[in-house]
């Protein structure tokens, strides 16, 4: 391997930082890396123990996704002790290029590069491909983006979607937003359409029906939901399906976006069995006079893991990033 051929692609959560090498004007990710953040003292360290393991001294140029705001090149990671300065990165391992982009950006822009084999259909199609199309994901947040066709590719809408307004539509979802109104203050579809949110919806519907709260992690939850033995966990993953589904039916009527519905993150292949049955339809369809145009919308679950570094690579060559 020499530096001529290859570059840097990057996925940093809070917790592992993925690495992979692409050829140059390609996209596709070769020798995959898995690192616990927490086994080093910051970027750089992790990135030359990476390039010694797969055995290349240097690359000529990176693009690294970070579940983290990026503000003038400056990175504080969110979720770990991670930070850095993206110049001075770039200087010390002499790269001749250097970008760092939302995590949620590379999840959207690695979209049109995932194989049909890693798209499951829920419902709705076949779409209108000129049109934009919107990525969302339920995970540690709800990340939404879109992507905007143009004539050489696709522009990423970088968007803080996730935090719009909880809007009940019945009286049980009122006294929902009531409860988590008394914890939180403001209360966004986040807090309740992400794994801490699952949580927090399971214990409001546990206090609207004055029983224990016995479970107390969203694993819990899921698990109990789908071994089918308690029926409080499966109404709440139900509910979370459906609150999915409105959400992103109303992400579709903002931004034009019936060029499909792209559901990302680790969340959804967890139970994608139980979501396919789930309410989640009839929330994204559930529109009214519109709904003849949510049904020609295609959805899917992504269930490619490694769409981040698509993107990332994706974004190296994009001049729109």
């Not at 996925?11 to 692409?22: K, P």
């Not at 790269?95 to 194989?115: C, E, Q, R, Y």
């Amino acid at each position: 391997m020499s530096a001529a051929d290859y570059s840097l692609v990057g996925d940093i959560g809070g917790t592992n930082a993925r690495f992979a090498l692409v050829e140059q004007g390609g996209v596709q990710p070769r020798a995959i890396e898995a690192l616990s953040c927490r086994d080093y003292a910051n970027l750089d360290d992790a990135i030359k123990h990476y390039l010694k393991k797969v055995g290349i001294t240097e690359v000529l140029g990176a693009c690294l996704a970070v579940a983290s705001p990026v503000r003038d090149g400056v990175v504080k990671m969110t979720n770990n002790h991670w930070h850095f300065d993206s110049e001075c990165i770039r200087s010390q391992f002499g790269w001749k290029a250097f970008k760092v982009i939302n995590d949620f950006t590379a999840m959207a822009l690695g979209v049109p590069h995932v194989s049909k084999k890693n798209l499951v259909h829920v419902c709705g199609g076949p779409g209108d491909h000129r049109r934009p199309r919107l990525v969302m994901g339920p995970g540690t947040g709800l990340g939404l983006s879109g992507l905007v066709p143009v004539r050489n590719g696709w522009v990423p809408l970088v968007t803080e979607g996730g935090h719009v307004d909880f809007a009940p539509v019945n009286d049980s979802e009122v006294a929902i937003l009531r409860i988590l109104k008394a914890r939180f203050g403001r209360v966004s579809v986040e807090r309740i359409l992400c794994g801490q949110g699952l949580l927090n919806l399971y214990q409001a519907h546990c206090e609207i029906q004055c029983v224990a709260a016995l479970l107390n992690t969203p694993e819990a939850i899921t698990k109990a939901a789908l071994e089918q033995n308690d029926l409080l966990a499966r109404h709440t993953l139900n509910h979370f399906c459906e609150l999915l589904g409105r959400t992103a039916g109303n992400a579709v009527l903002t931004l034009g976006s019936t060029g499909g519905v792209y559901l990302c993150g680790g969340m959804l292949p967890r139970f994608l069995d139980f979501f396919l049955e789930s309410p989640f339809r009839n929330g994204f369809e559930d529109k009214g006079r519109m709904r003849p145009l949510l049904e020609s919308t295609p959805v899917y679950v992504v269930t490619e893991p490694y769409a981040g570094l698509l993107g990332a690579a994706e974004a190296l060559g994009n001049p729109e990033v």
